[in-house]
């Protein structure tokens, strides 16, 4: 099993930056792919960025050329680093990884507040 745990949100001015961590821990050999996705009140939760082992990244549009997915070479840590940010990206942000074998994990969120 894996286990995720996210930190970093907080509450920030629109135009401000934030940087979400997410430390994994439990069977991190078994990693293959980790990404934020985030949950906007009365709204589904959409992906925002991943990044594979080997260092692939793919970002929403809406996200693109803001936010920056990172990741330690031992995917032991996986970081979000969000600029210009706005009202719009407010909203519970999800850590999630998928093992080599398929099976997925979520952290329990953290909340990021953009006041407009």
């Known amino acids: 099993q894996v286990q995720l745990v996210e930190s970093g949100g907080g509450l920030v001015q629109a135009g401000g930056s934030l940087r979400l961590s997410c430390a994994a821990s439990?069977?991190?050999?078994?990693?293959?792919?980790m990404a934020w996705y985030r949950q906007a009140p009365g709204k589904q939760r959409e992906l925002v960025a991943g990044?594979?082992?080997?260092?692939?990244?793919n970002y929403d549009d809406s996200v693109k050329g803001r936010f920056t997915i990172s990741r330690d070479t031992a995917m032991n840590t996986v970081y979000l680093q969000m600029n210009s940010l706005k009202a719009e990206d407010t909203a519970v942000y999800y850590c999630?990884?998928?093992?080599?074998?398929?099976?997925?994990?979520w952290g329990k969120g953290t909340l990021v507040t953009v006041s407009s």
């Open positions: 999630n990884t998928v093992t080599m074998d398929g099976i997925g994990y």
């Open positions: 439990g069977s991190i050999f078994s990693i293959n792919t």
């Open positions: 990044i594979t082992r080997t260092g692939r990244t």
